[in-house]
């Protein structure tokens, strides 16, 4: 029995625009229609701060209002196939559509959801599952997560524990799933799940369309140390789904998990399927600050200070050339698919690094909140490289940590020897867990 809900992440109520196919017809479009329906976008930077529930829930409406726009426009989904709804064009028509529309306000709350979702459902979903789900997530109807992580897990992503027994025409579902971003606000879920113990850990997986509001998904937020509780941990009781849920092949889920990640590389890299750049780069701006809070607490003619401050500088200058380099040399063929771990290296070790040199600028004075505002005002807050500090190791963790990054460039773009994995060639159910 379906939902509302799921109903509505299922089919499209719209129906897709027509956007012009040349190139420079394409600029001019794209350029006239983002002035017309598009706001600017705001400087101030993304994620400081304590985000409330309802803040979010009105942040992730408004986002699915302006890819609903987008896609009557025929600006969803450029490079999406069109027979779901997509636009069928080029890598072209979509940088010139990234240049345009750089300055404004987009859904950057549906770019997990396009750039990585959307992609492994079209490279693993039925023909029926790709009419069904496409469409919708094109038109902000439907916004998906991944659910992959597990509490006990930490980066082994291939030791699920939550189990998928299938009974007849349906798997009934239990388990844990973690560090999820966004679960409370989407609609649906890429469960990766155990449906054959007795086979080895990376052979008995399988990924399970998940609607999140199924009954026995539990979700709760987790508060972070900025008070923002964007990530969520999911619990899965006796949850009932059919069988044609599955995506791709029984047992055959490692194979979908690993197509979902280098998705996810592609899209950090700024090279996927998403029309919406949000990986970390550095902001025009960001080293003027860093300047003033060394003038403004006295310590810019310290050689060390101003050591820490050309750092910043060289990073803010190189981050950009170096990721544009890659992204080049991946498109071309130069280095294997797997060199996208070194896009997900830059941009989770360069914005750690920054905010870790920020911190270090602004003193003491970054760790302390400042008073309230007194009756009718807001209560005090943390200095923003304070903030930005308490999140900076998200960046090097979320969506596969740095080291599993090294291992995939060591491994697969270098040739060096595999790290050595014991447990490869035995089955699941006799791998020792929990220290048993």
Not at 30 to 53: H, I, Q
Not at 113 to 125: F, R
Not at 215 to 244: H, K, M, N, R, Y
């Amino acid at each position: 029995m379906t939902t509302s809900r799921q109903e509505a992440a299922m089919g499209p109520g719209l129906d897709p625009g027509t956007a012009p196919t040349g190139l420079e017809e394409f600029r001019a479009y794209v350029r006239r229609w983002a002035s017309a329906n598009l706001e600017k976008r705001s400087e101030a930077p993304p994620g400081l701060g304590s985000t409330s529930d309802d803040e979010l829930r009105s942040r992730v409406a408004a986002h699915r209002v302006i890819q609903a726009q987008l896609f009557q426009a025929g600006l969803a989904g450029i490079r999406y196939p069109k027979d779901y709804g997509g636009q069928g064009l080029s890598v072209e028509h979509q940088s010139i559509f990234i240049e345009e529309t750089g300055s404004y306000q987009m859904p950057t709350q549906l770019s997990v959801t396009l750039g990585i979702l959307g992609p492994t459902i079209l490279d693993y979903g039925t023909e029926e599952q790709k009419r069904r789900y496409i469409p919708a997530i094109l038109s902000g109807e439907g916004i998906w997560v991944q659910l992959l992580s597990e509490p006990s897990g930490g980066s082994d992503m291939a030791g699920s524990r939550t189990r998928a027994v299938r009974d007849g025409d349906t798997y009934v579902i239990n388990g844990s799933k973690i560090w999820t971003t966004g679960a409370h606000v989407a609609d649906y879920g890429l469960l990766l799940a155990r449906t054959n113990p007795s086979a080895t850990k990376h052979r008995g997986l399988s990924m399970i369309v998940t609607p999140l509001d199924a009954p026995g998904v539990t979700i709760s937020p987790i508060q972070l140390a900025t008070g923002s509780s964007d990530f969520c941990q999911e619990f899965l009781d006796d949850v009932s789904l059919p069988v044609d849920h599955l995506l791709g092949s029984e047992n055959e889920g490692w194979a979908v998990s690993s197509r979902l990640l280098y998705h996810e590389r592609q899209m950090v890299g700024g090279i996927g399927l998403s029309d919406t750049r949000t990986h970390s780069v550095p902001q025009a701006g960001e080293s003027y600050e860093i300047i003033t809070r060394a003038w403004q607490s006295g310590t810019m003619g310290d050689p060390a200070t101003r050591q820490l401050i050309g750092e910043f500088l060289t990073l803010e200058l190189l981050y950009p050339l170096a990721a544009q380099r890659i992204s080049t040399q991946l498109q071309l063929g130069l280095i294997p698919p797997a060199g996208a771990a070194l896009l997900k290296l830059l941009g989770g070790e360069i914005p750690y690094r920054e905010a870790d040199l920020s911190m270090r600028v602004a003193g003491q004075s970054a760790a302390v909140w400042s008073a309230s505002g007194g009756d009718g005002e807001e209560d005090g807050q943390l200095d923003p490289a304070g903030l930005m500090w308490l999140v900076a190791r998200t960046s090097t963790i979320a969506g596969g940590t740095n080291e599993m990054q090294l291992n995939q460039i060591s491994e697969r773009v270098l040739g060096l020897p595999r790290e050595a994995t014991p447990d490869k060639d035995v089955p699941f159910s006799q791998i020792r867990q929990g220290g048993r």
